[in-house]
């Protein structure tokens, strides 16, 4: 078994639900209300439920990584080195799986794509897209939430927990 310590803080001061059938709408107003409510003093934080992170996917194709000779490892490592550093998620196949990085270092996408993996004998450059679809995504949720009121559609919820600092009201 499992025993954690909680006060009456570690509880939500108040819940926020989002409902709507735009999520883009939706998620745009839920970080603007959380930046908002985490400005106010004795706020200590927001949790979010239902919001989803963008992130970048990189999907090597092995096919044409063994076709080239250049294994997944040498990709990893190229992109790594080029100096990412914040999440993108998780490279998974059956072979390898790996956790990827990015800084910002790219400004666009295109650049990334670009992005030098290799020579071949012949001089010829292997860049990230002749061996990956790179492209923005999602990074897969965990927690879904949805609604539906009077038992019609369900639409997606995204909700914002307010928790209080200690010592305000």
């Not at 194709?61 to 992109?79: C, F, N, S, W, Y």
Request: net charge positive; aromatic share 6%; proline share 5%.
């Amino acid at each position: 078994p499992k025993i954690e310590a909680s006060s009456i803080n570690d509880l939500p001061i108040a819940s926020i639900a989002l409902c709507g059938k735009n999520r883009e709408k939706q998620e745009l107003l839920a970080e603007k209300l959380k930046r908002k409510f985490e400005r106010v003093q004795g706020i200590r934080r927001v949790d979010t439920i239902g919001l989803r992170r963008e992130i970048v996917h990189v999907l090597l194709h092995p096919d044409k990584l063994r076709i080239l000779g250049i294994p997944a490892t040498l990709v990893r490592q190229q992109i790594i080195e080029h100096g990412f550093d914040a999440p993108w998620g998780t490279f998974e196949n059956k072979q390898l799986t790996f956790s990827l990085k990015m800084t910002g270092k790219y400004d666009s996408l295109d650049k990334l794509k670009n992005l030098l993996i290799g020579r071949l004998p012949g001089g010829h450059l292997i860049r990230l897209h002749d061996v990956a679809e790179v492209r923005m995504g999602y990074l897969r949720e965990r927690i879904r939430s949805v609604l539906s009121l009077k038992g019609g559609k369900y639409f997606p919820v995204m909700v914002l927990n307010i928790l209080k600092s200690p010592g305000y009201d």
